[in-house]
């Protein structure tokens, strides 16, 4: 079956660490999407890729990093400059013009 | 940013009745979407409209969409308890392809017994 397949469901982070959130997807879409959602908000953008060694920042990249070297992949880096990092983490892909497909998502939270 | 805001915030009814969410964003749109999202989940794509049409229809979904007032409506008819969830519009720029989405406030939709 096609889909995105985000992991770790859960992850801890200490204070100064730097964490690395995976996002894998079989559905040959072109752009990729990581959005934070803390609870009871939205969605904030913050960063996508359009295709494969290109990405953009979006609304909230600060204190946060991606690669894009394959299609597949598109993980989410959560360096220690980012002061409030506890929050719901979901990647995305699309193709076109099309609706988004959502992973299952990646909870974070600092101890 | 957040390009769309969602009434209302939060919504109970009983299964059986119809739930109506509305949404209102900021500029032009190439299409607006609307997803849901059960408690701890990923989101997942409803129905997507695009900016040239008025209504679109899928099985007791209803999207209604007027860009003069730059608003939405979603229509969910004869509810069910399954459908307890929160609800979000999205706006695509009407610029580009691969467009990223702006994701509204949501609405948290409890349908009860």
């Known amino acids: 079956d096609g889909g995105i397949t985000q992991s770790p469901k859960y992850l801890f982070r200490k204070e100064g660490q730097n964490v690395t959130l995976s996002c894998e997807q079989n559905?040959?879409?072109?752009?990729m999407y990581w959005y934070r959602q803390d609870p009871g908000q939205g969605l904030r953008l913050i960063y996508y890729?359009?295709?494969?060694?290109?990405?953009q920042k979006g609304d909230i990249a600060e204190g946060y990093s991606v690669s894009r070297e394959k299609k597949e992949s598109f993980p989410l880096t959560v360096t220690s400059a980012q002061k409030n990092p506890t929050a719901f983490y979901l990647c995305a892909s699309g193709q076109g013009e099309g609706g988004y497909t959502f992973g299952s998502g990646t909870r974070l939270t600092v101890v | 940013s957040q390009q769309g805001e969602e009434d209302p915030q939060a919504l109970s009814i009983q299964e059986g009745e119809n739930a109506t969410m509305n949404c209102s964003y900021k500029t032009s749109i190439n299409n607006l979407q609307w997803y849901r999202q059960n408690s701890g989940r990923g989101l997942v794509h409803l129905i997507l409209i695009r900016s040239n049409e008025r209504e679109k229809h899928s099985g007791r979904l209803r999207v209604t969409l007027d860009t003069s007032k730059k608003s939405s409506s979603l229509l969910i008819t004869a509810s069910r308890a399954a459908d307890t969830a929160s609800y979000f519009c999205?706006?695509?720029?009407?610029?580009?392809?691969?467009?990223?989405?702006?994701f509204g406030t949501g609405t948290r939709l409890q349908v009860t017994l």
């Open positions: 890729s359009q295709i494969v060694n290109d990405f």
């Open positions: 559905l040959n879409h072109d752009a």
């Open positions: 999205a706006t695509a720029p009407n610029t580009g392809t691969a467009s990223k989405l702006t």
